[in-house]
């Protein structure tokens, strides 16, 4: 019998290996020395050895899934048990243990991982749906909110899945959101298009009455109602693009018919006109000729001259107009100022009253220098100085009334 320290080969050939379990017979060997045996049976275990050092590398040197690598270590277990070699199967069976509890541990690693996904996961798509609803219940701005939907589908569809529960009813509310933002764009655009139509209703009224006046000759009046058309058409608000567009060349066709042919009539009326401006122009410098007005009755008979000449002579030029009348204007009120500085001047009530306060200011301040004379003489110093005093105030409005008089003389 030929022995090994983990294995043996029977007199009757039978080879055994050794284990913590006990000896088993792993084959048999007739065809030559047992030490071939013995040879023949370790190649066997090596290459058992290898599977189980290149399932190794395998599972602590790559990402192979957990379940791939169980199956593989059961298959190789089940190998080494039944291995017919010879060599340390228990150290195989101990390598392949220390495997199992590597792939358990990576297995909750991966389950943790999973979990955390899709904790995260789940909390996009939650907020993907907030947002959503959002847009939903809130946005007016349609055409960058119908963007943001889209946008958020895409995301939503880049996301990684969560539990099928949860992720149905995500969507369900996705689509409701969507849904709910499609209905409410609707009915705003609906409600617009009945605004729009009530809008191309008024504007179709304010156009047909342009048109109706834009022949008119009564420019005045006319021109008032074209303003009064245009405050309208403002306040009216907006028609669809087309409806407004049409309308608008319509309105504007009226409007520059008519102040055109006003323009050109009142450029001929303005071109007759000329002549009379010409004249105005040389009346407004004899005017200008008075100033400053040193005899008033002689200014205003001029001027009354100069009025009447003035108004014989004509209507000017609308740009000419203001700066004429404002001219002649400015005479008249300086002649008529000094109309009534002379009547001022020349008022018998008003002299009369000049004189009585020249008067009466005189003999009151005879009276206050007598007073002053008797405070002197007594020696009575406060009655000298109220004298004084007073006799001051009074020769000073004295003064101020002599002036008075004085231009009334």
Known sequence: MSTDPWGRVDDDGTVYVR?????????SWQAGEPEEALAYFHRKYDELAGQVQLLEQRVRGTDLAPAQAEASITKL??????????GDLDALTRRLDGLTELVAQRR??????REHARAEARAVKERIVGEAERIADETTHWKSGGERLRQLVEEWKAADRIDRVTEAALWKRLSAARTAFAKRRKQYFAGLDEQREGVRSAKERIVAEAEAIADS?????TAAIYRELMQQWKSAGRASREAEDELWARFKAAQDQFFQARSAVFAERDASLAANAEVKEVLL?????????TDVRTARAALR??????EAAGPVPREQRDRLEGGLR???????????AEWKRSNPEARARAQSTVDQLRTSIEQLEKRLSKAQAAGRAKD????????IARRSWLAEAERTLTEFS
Not at 77 to 86: F, G, P, Q, T
């Open 305 to 310: 001259h100069v009025l009447e000449r003035w």
């Open 108 to 113: 909750e690693e991966v389950k943790a991982a």
């Open 330 to 340: 400015k005479v008249d009120e300086a002649v008529r100022k000094a109309e009534d």
């Open 384 to 391: 000298v100085k109220e004298a004084e005093e007073a006799l």
């Open 285 to 293: 410098a004899e005017a200008e000729k008075l100033l400053p007005v």
């Open 19 to 27: 284990t913590a379990e006990g000896e088993r017979a792993v084959g």
């Open 77 to 86: 277990r089940e190998a080494v048990s039944e291995a017919h070699a010879i």
């Open 217 to 221: 000759t009564d420019w005045g009046q």
